[in-house]
C-alpha cells in the first residue's frame, strides 16, 4: 500500500486561509441576521406607537420612523440574500 502524499506547506497554507474565510462568512451572515431579527422587532414596535399616537404630527413623524426602519430592513434582507 502506497502512503497518501502530502500537501505542499502552501497548499495547506492556502487551505487554513479559506477555512478562516468561510468562518468568517458564517460569521458575518449571523450578524447580519441578527440585524434583521432586530430591525422587524423594532418596526413592529414602531407600528404600535403610530397605531397609538393620538397628535396627528406625533403620528406622522412616527411613520416616518417606522417607514426608515423598514427601509433599512428591507436593504438588509436584499443583502443577507447576496
Not at 497518501?4 to 479559506?18: C, D, F, N, T, W
Not at 403610530?50 to 426602519?69: M, Y
Request: proline content about 5%.
Amino acid at each position: 500500500m502506497s502512503q497518501p502524499q502530502k500537501l505542499p506547506p502552501v497548499a495547506l497554507a492556502r487551505i487554513g486561509a479559506l477555512r478562516a474565510a468561510a468562518q468568517d462568512a458564517e460569521a458575518l451572515i449571523a450578524s447580519s441576521r441578527a440585524a434583521v431579527d432586530a430591525a422587524e422587532h423594532h418596526a413592529h414596535h414602531l407600528g404600535r406607537l403610530v397605531a397609538a399616537a393620538r397628535d396627528p404630527s406625533e403620528a406622522a413623524e412616527l411613520q416616518a420612523q417606522a417607514d426608515a426602519v423598514g427601509a433599512e430592513l428591507e436593504r438588509l434582507r436584499r443583502e443577507r440574500d447576496i
